[in-house]
Nanobody
């Protein structure tokens, strides 16, 4: 079983930046896929970006250039660095891990982009 704990959400003005963090309960080298999703109320959860176990990043096309996913192996933590945020980036962001054919989710962290 994998436990994921997110942090870093909050209120930011348009054009601002935020970095989300997700700490995993396992060595992230052992997790084949770990990444971030976002979800608006009443809508499906959409992929933002993920890392493979080797650290290779993958992005949804619409997120390329503004969002960067990274990790700190020593801290078992992945990050989502979000720049030039727009009001339509307002969502709950979830950390996700795919491990031994199971999907694991964090509790979610709210990101609100508003002036």
């Amino acid at each position: 079983q994998v436990q994921l704990v997110e942090s870093g959400g909050g209120l930011v003005q348009p054009g601002g930046s935020l970095t989300l963090s997700c700490v995993g309960s396992l060595n992230i080298f052992s997790i084949p896929r770990m990444g971030w999703y976002r979800q608006a109320p009443g809508k499906q959860r959409d992929l933002v970006a993920f890392l493979t176990s080797t650290g290779r990043p993958n992005y949804v096309d619409s997120m390329k250039g503004r969002f960067t996913i990274s990790r700190d192996n020593a801290k078992n933590t992945i990050y989502l660095h979000m720049n030039n945020l727009k009001p339509n980036d307002t969502d709950v962001y979830y950390c996700h891990a795919r491990y031994q054919r199971h999907d694991y989710w964090g509790q979610g962290t709210q990101v609100t982009v508003s002036s």
